[in-house]
């Protein structure tokens, strides 16, 4: 017994070993060998054999560094004063250094351990045998599968009161601006309507919408539903959205841009040509096969099957202004400068830097602007957006002017600097569901 006892040590101590030993050197060959010397031989590529990451000639240029609060500095309460910002500035470097380690400790013991990929996806295919579809109450966001397939995750109810009066005050300054502020809820993945032994039982993303967008009613925020009025033309729900990931498709988001249009036309006087917007004037370049979601990449292949990717393309002429500061673009061109063609030049399922999604409009930037050259409405529309966004405001831009984009989740200036400089006619913040929930002092919700 006792031997058998010092065996069993002695086996969990060389296996301990032998995951302390793959973990220090595939760190030491990316972070020393690859990154900093710039070594990337044959050897490099043994090590990381099965780690999808950006090597050094892949010749995509890092993101620039742009310090958003000296172009659009906060003002009263929120003074941006020399000292502050430095001391705020040594703050977010140092939490920044953190937050890296942390995260690349956490990838390479998880994500990036040696056959990650089939270990995972073997638990994956048992818990498929044996039909499990649950995940524990602390597994938030939990992958979980559609009676039809589809994968998503859940969302836990939540208390949205905090972010909903940041939206009613943030109305209100839009409002002192001369400008107009309306909301428009992105649908999730899950239907109330179709997922009913989803919705209400283990996910409450479409409750807490509700919650959301009756608190807005109530104090005068003008909202729009986009899953009443896609339920309203009997869309089907889940063919919007990808079968791997939670974005919804880009002809979702062509049709989500319609739409917005089309209330900006009926209620705020716009003049937008709606039919630049006809998805009968769009040729689709697809990607058979292509495209594996952030929840199939949880799943593996061994249990999501890769799927479809498509970019959209306007049949007509096209001439736009095009401005992405963290990525050095400052251009002039058709359509297509909107889209990142390096997130489609190889197929690559666990590519972390470069999902094909990632190609509408250079994946997420703190801030872009569009002017349409062949458009002379004037008309001209800020939208604050999380991903979602990525593919619908350059589809808005083919019917308006002006077309600035913000993501609050890395635009650290002052939105509200920025609304006063630029005086857009109209503001648009549009959210998905699962924004909800880090209360009024989260990025999303920081209008200040």
């Known amino acids: 017994m006792k031997r058998t006892k010092r065996a069993f040590k002695l086996v969990c101590v060389a296996f301990l070993t032998l995951f302390f030993i793959a973990v220090v050197t595939r760190v030491f060959t990316l972070f020393v060998l690859q990154r900093y010397f710039g070594i990337n031989n044959q ?10 990451t950006e090597t050094p000639d892949s010749g995509n240029p890092a993101r620039q560094k742009v310090d958003w609060a000296s172009l659009y500095p906060f003002t009263g309460e929120d003074g941006n004063s020399a000292e502050r910002k430095a001391k705020e500035s040594r703050v977010k470097r140092i939490i920044g250094t953190i937050k890296d380690v942390e995260s690349s400790i956490d990838s390479y013991t998880s994500d990036h351990l040696v056959g990650h990929y089939a270990l995972a996806g073997s638990a994956r295919f048992y818990e498929r045998i044996i039909g499990w579809n649950y995940v524990a109450s602390s597994e938030y966001n939990g992958t979980v599968r559609t009676v039809d397939g589809f994968l998503t995750w859940v969302a836990p109810k939540i208390d949205v009161r905090s972010e909903a009066a940041s939206m ?28 009913s032994d989803l919705s209400g039982v283990i996910d ?30 009997g869309r089907e729900h889940h063919q919007l959205f990808f079968r791997t990931d939670h974005h919804w498709r880009p002809e979702t988001g062509l049709w989500a841009a ?27 370049t697809v990607y058979p096969k292509f495209f594996l979601g952030v929840q199939g990449k949880k799943m593996t292949t061994l249990n ?24 050095g673009i400052n251009t002039d061109g ?42 002379d409405n004037n008309n001209s529309v800020l939208i604050i ?42 503001v648009i913040v549009t959210y998905n569901a699962h924004i909800l929930g880090y209360g009024e002092n989260s990025r999303p919700f920081a209008f200040r």
């Not at 839009?174 to 649908?187: M, R």
């Not at 319609?258 to 689709?284: E, K, V």
């Not at 831009?397 to 939105?415: M, N, P, Q």
Request: aromatic letters at 14%; proline letters at 4%; one cysteine or more.
């Open 334 to 375: 058709d359509f297509s400068i909107m889209y990142d063609m390096d997130c489609v030049g190889e197929r690559n399922f666990y590519r972390e830097d470069k999902s094909p999604y990632s190609t509408y409009a250079y994946d997420n930037q703190p801030l872009e602007r569009i002017e349409n050259k062949l458009v």
């Open 204 to 233: 409450f993303s479409n409750q807490n919408a509700d919650e959301f967008l009756s608190l807005l009613s109530a104090s005068g925020v003008e909202n729009y539903d986009l899953r009443e009025i896609l339920h309203r033309e």
């Open 385 to 426: 957006h999380d991903s979602f966004g990525n593919c619908v405001f350059p589809f808005l831009a083919l019917g308006t002017r002006f077309v600035d984009s913000i993501d609050l989740r890395f635009f650290d200036g002052s939105i509200q600097s920025y609304i006063r400089e630029r005086r857009p006619d109209v």
């Open 168 to 195: 009613k005050a943030f109305s209100e300054f839009c409002k002192e601006c001369g400008t107009t502020l309306l909301f428009v809820a992105a649908p999730d993945k899950v239907c109330r309507h179709a997922d």
């Open 304 to 327: 999501a099957e890769p799927e479809d990717f498509s970019l959209l393309y306007p049949n007509y002429q096209t001439a736009f202004h095009y401005e992405v500061l963290t990525e």
């Open 43 to 52: 050897f490099t590529k043994i090590i990381l054999f099965d780690v999808q």
């Open 258 to 284: 319609g739409t917005i249009a089309a209330i900006l036309n009926r209620n705020h006087g716009f003049n937008i040509d709606l039919s630049r917007l006809d998805p009968a004037l769009f040729t689709s």
